[in-house]
């Protein structure tokens, strides 16, 4: 089991696997193509199978490691859910599944360090983002009735019910033609529109987005700044075995003098 251990933690393994999923990925985009699935569909599908396989072996001799401790990280079992996808029958009702064989690239999350940090940042900022969710979500609701009530009988498929005055706002929000689609049409029965679409966009595109960034930003910092310290934990207790080490080395070569001595 020791040589299995030292086979899954090794650098060269991880190289190797990251590599495989490079060209996992690489073959899955090549399966678009019509024409070269006319053309080499049979090779692209046997690769494809090869490299399952290997994911699934490199899987299970991960699981045969760490056991129990496989199951209590949540980048192993991400790993199994991608890799379980994969496995699942892509037929009948079940044909999309063979869309999400795609998810196998997400393993280059768990190969690459520095892409497992910037997820574990994001992640850390959900509970931030929720805040900033519902405060984004009491504007559009106040925004939305504004709307309807406003201008829902003038222009009633942009602003004619809550649901597709929503859908304006998100359009404005994310300024998808909302000058000439929304602002000027709208701007010629009523003068003021734009004063309610401009504090919108204030509130919205620039505050809200901002806060957004902020906190993902936050969160990244908070990430490294744990990673900084792990490591220089890490390094301070090194440095005390190496100084117990060398404390040990000075008692022994103390006593073989002693010894010599009489």
Sequence with gaps: MNWLQRLVESEKTERAIL????????????????????????????????????????????MAVKRSAFLRDPWSIFDLLVVGIALMPATGSLSVLRALRVLRILRLITALPSLKRVVAGLIGAI?????????????????????????????????GSLGATAYTLFQVMTFDDWSGGVAKPLMEKHPYAIAYL?????????????????????????????????????????????????????????????????
């Design 19 to 62: 590599a495989l999923i490079v060209i996992n990925a690489v073959t899955l985009g090549l399966e678009t193509s019509q024409e070269i699935m006319a053309q080499h569909g049979a090779l692209l599908h046997l690769v494809d199978s090869v490299l399952l396989g290997i994911f699934v072996v490199e899987l299970l001799a991960r």
């Design 127 to 159: 509970p931030g983002m929720g805040s900033i969710m519902l405060l984004m979500a009491l504007i559009y609701y106040v925004f939305a009735v504004m709307g309807t009530k406003l201008f829902g009988v003038t222009a009633p498929e942009q602003f």
């Design 198 to 262: 401009v504090i919108f966009i204030l509130l919205s595109a620039f505050m809200m987005l901002n806060l957004f960034i902020g906190v993902v930003v936050s969160a990244l910092d908070d990430e490294r700044a744990d990673t900084t310290r792990k490591l220089m934990h890490d390094a301070s207790e090194s440095e005390r075995v190496l100084s117990e080490l060398r404390e040990i080395r000075e008692t022994l070569a103390e006593m073989r003098k002693a010894k010599a001595g009489t």
